[in-house]
């Protein structure tokens, strides 16, 4: 059974950059499953922040934060990675990772349907 981990997360100064990863175990991820990054900050809603598609072609970003995050992903490594540049303190929260199957050439900002979550791991920005 697929098994996501996330990691890379920890107390960061602002301005710097962070990559976050998003690692499969359990079985592979296959080239059918998207993967959405999301993030829940304290006292807020979560919310998806990037995604990108099985076959790693199609990313969407939320508009707010899309000049500072690039998603990518390793078939070889079995991992998917959110880096985060100049951190600032919004960017405080848990960042979750998911997959959804059927996604070989699109992926969604959406939360239902999905095949895995992770347990997430935790940014803090702060000087």
């Known amino acids: 059974q697929l098994q996501l981990l996330e990691s890379g997360g920890g107390l960061v100064q602002p301005g710097g950059p962070l990559r976050l990863s998003c690692a499969a175990s359990?079985?592979?991820?296959?080239?059918?499953?998207?993967i959405t990054w999301f993030r829940q900050a304290p006292g807020k809603e979560r919310e998806a922040v990037a995604c990108?598609?099985?076959?790693?072609?199609?990313?969407n970003y939320k508009a707010s934060v899309m000049d500072r995050l690039t998603v990518f992903r390793d078939d070889a490594e079995n991992a998917v990675y959110l880096r985060i540049d100049d951190l600032n303190v919004e960017d405080t929260a848990v960042y979750f990772c998911?997959?959804?199957?059927?996604?070989?050439?699109?992926?969604?900002?959406?939360?239902?349907?999905?095949?895995?979550w992770g347990k997430g791991t935790l940014v803090a920005v702060s000087s």
């Open positions: 998911a997959a959804r199957g059927r996604s070989f050439d699109d992926c969604s900002f959406g939360d239902v349907g999905m095949k895995q």
């Open positions: 359990g079985s592979t991820l296959l080239r059918d499953d998207g």
């Open positions: 990108i598609s099985g076959s790693g072609v199609v990313a």
